[in-house]
């Protein structure tokens, strides 16, 4: 828990101020700041981290050690949707904007495009790989893409795929395992990474080859998007549960810093 009566400590977010919400850390960024960050980040020397934390992951962050460990080591951990935006008004303290994990990704591939950073695809099954790179390919002109590799491996074979990734040299490396496998896979990996971006995004490559659609804009602007993927697939209502569960701790933190 953070010492801070506020709930901010220094961090790599807007004015290096990053808020806590139940001890767990989620930077000050707007979209355009968070993909300035890493552009900046992915010209360094040393991995760099990025989480986009929904509020499952939060959740889990409480519940799992290891999330915990990473969410407060990574070098920068974004609000991936409005639940986030909630929680810290609950608790509050402001977020700027949402940070979704997909947004993030392709903009950071139209600048990669740009900037001739070479990118890494790393999960999905094959065919839907093969189809998100070439829709990226058909997207962002000049895109170098420095490998891929399906995310149906063993942890057995975790070390080939690091070495693989690490022969190819990639600035960006967008790892597609889901959550929270994702963000373990990195934080485990993260010293014998080559130095570049590593973005944990989920379900992005299915979106981008056009397996799976997201929500209608206005569901994404009236923080709706969790409501269209439960309905869309009821599977998920066990994790959606973890929502207002988080909410009404945050909540009840805040009543009992009040008494």
Same mark, same amino acid.
């Given at each position: 828990?953070?010492?801070?009566?506020?709930?901010?400590?220094?961090?790599?977010?807007?004015?290096?101020?990053?808020?806590?919400?139940?001890?767990?850390?989620?930077?000050?960024?707007?979209?355009?700041?968070?993909?300035?960050?890493?552009?900046?980040?992915?010209?360094?020397?040393?991995?760099?981290?990025?989480?986009?934390?929904?509020?499952?992951?939060?959740?889990?962050?409480?519940?799992?050690?290891?999330?915990?460990?990473?969410?407060?080591?990574?070098?920068?951990?974004?609000?991936? %949707?409005?639940?986030?935006? =909630? *929680?810290? @008004?609950? /608790?509050?303290?402001?977020?700027?904007?949402?940070? $979704? &994990?997909?947004?993030?990704?392709?903009?950071?591939?139209?600048?990669?495009?740009?900037?001739?950073?070479?990118?890494?695809?790393?999960?999905?099954?094959?065919?839907?790989?093969?189809?998100?790179?070439?829709?990226?390919?058909?997207?962002?002109?000049?895109?170098?893409?420095?490998?891929?590799?399906?995310?149906?491996?063993?942890?057995?074979?975790?070390?080939?795929?690091?070495?693989?990734?690490?022969?190819?040299?990639?600035?960006?490396?967008?790892?597609?395992?889901?959550?929270?496998?994702?963000?373990?896979?990195?934080?485990?990996?993260?010293?014998?990474?080559?130095?570049?971006?590593?973005?944990?995004?989920? %379900?992005?490559?299915?979106? =981008? *080859?056009? @397996?799976? /659609?997201?929500?209608?804009?206005?569901?994404?602007? $009236? &923080?709706?998007?969790?409501?269209?993927?439960?309905?869309?697939?009821?599977?998920?209502?066990?994790?959606?549960?973890?929502?207002?569960?988080?909410?009404?701790?945050?909540?009840?933190?805040?009543?009992?810093?009040?008494?």
């Amino acid at each position: 828990m953070s010492s801070n009566p506020e709930g901010k400590d220094r961090g790599p977010g807007r004015a290096g101020i990053r808020i806590r919400i139940l001890g767990l850390p989620v930077d000050i960024l707007t979209m355009e700041e968070a993909v300035a960050r890493i552009c900046r980040a992915w010209k360094g020397e040393q991995p760099f981290h990025v989480v986009t934390a929904n509020l499952e992951i939060l959740y889990s962050g409480l519940k799992d050690g290891e999330m915990a460990r990473l969410l407060n080591g990574a070098e920068l951990v974004t609000a991936d %949707g409005a639940g986030v935006l =909630l *929680a810290a @008004r609950i /608790r509050g303290l402001s977020l700027p904007a949402r940070v $979704a &994990g997909f947004d993030l990704m392709m903009l950071c591939l139209r600048e990669a495009a740009q900037r001739a950073a070479p990118v890494f695809f790393l999960g999905a099954q094959p065919a839907v790989l093969q189809q998100a790179l070439a829709r990226a390919k058909e997207l962002f002109p000049g895109l170098q893409i420095a490998g891929s590799h399906h995310g149906y491996f063993s942890d057995s074979e975790a070390g080939s795929v690091v070495e693989e990734i690490r022969a190819r040299q990639p600035r960006l490396l967008c790892v597609a395992l889901g959550a929270p496998r994702q963000e373990k896979w990195i934080f485990r990996h993260k010293g014998k990474l080559p130095p570049c971006v590593a973005i944990g995004v989920g %379900g992005s490559f299915d979106v =981008l *080859a056009g @397996r799976t /659609r997201r929500a209608p804009r206005w569901m994404q602007q $009236a &923080g709706l998007e969790w409501l269209y993927r439960l309905l869309r697939q009821p599977s998920r209502l066990r994790r959606v549960s973890v929502i207002p569960i988080f909410l009404l701790m945050v909540l009840w933190q805040r009543l009992r810093g009040k008494v």
